[in-house]
């Protein structure tokens, strides 16, 4: 999850239930989803790439295995390999080969706008949650972190 935090009232000295934190979230669970070398302008395949191991390491052999016929549905991948003069062998994939890498692309789901006040508690009589409070509108987010950070701002000019 990629989080960005801005704390307002952040100083050490205060109480968590003093405390505002403001965040973005981006959930990996529902922001992001796999995707392929070619959505994202993957640099190996586009560029091709170089795998370097040792000649006779099983990872030699199993990339051996994917220039043939007995490559899983989907493996298979064309490549050169050479011989250097230290015994490793050199896989040389051409571009257009998808690449050994997971990769992610956001949903387009939009960000989540949250800001939470002191520490996450559950009320032990009502079983109700004090967390973070959700904004569906963004400018919303803004204009109250921007309020928020003006106080700040003419408190530590006051003195």
């Not at 205060?14 to 796999?34: A, E, K, Y």
């Not at 070619?38 to 191991?53: A, N, Q």
């Not at 549905?73 to 896989?91: K, Y």
Request: aromatic share 10%.
């Amino acid at each position: 999850m990629q989080v960005v935090r801005y704390r307002t009232y952040g100083h050490d000295q205060l109480r968590p239930d003093q405390q505002q934190n403001f965040s973005v979230s981006v959930p990996l669970g529902t922001h992001w989803r796999v995707a392929a070398c070619k959505e994202v302008d993957c640099p190996h395949y586009l560029l091709g790439w170089r795998t370097i191991v040792p000649a006779e390491s099983e990872q030699a052999q199993y990339l051996r295995t994917l220039n043939t016929s007995r490559a899983e549905p989907g493996a298979r991948r064309r490549f050169t390999e050479s011989r250097s003069p230290v015994g490793t062998a050199i896989f040389t994939f051409p571009p257009g080969h998808k690449c050994f890498r997971p990769h992610k692309t956001q949903t387009g789901r939009p960000a989540e706008f949250l800001r939470s006040t002191g520490p996450f508690t559950v009320d032990d009589l009502t079983g109700a949650t004090r967390g973070p409070v959700t904004f569906y509108r963004p400018t919303d987010w803004v204009d109250l972190m921007d309020g928020e950070l003006y106080k700040i701002g003419r408190d530590r000019q006051r003195g």
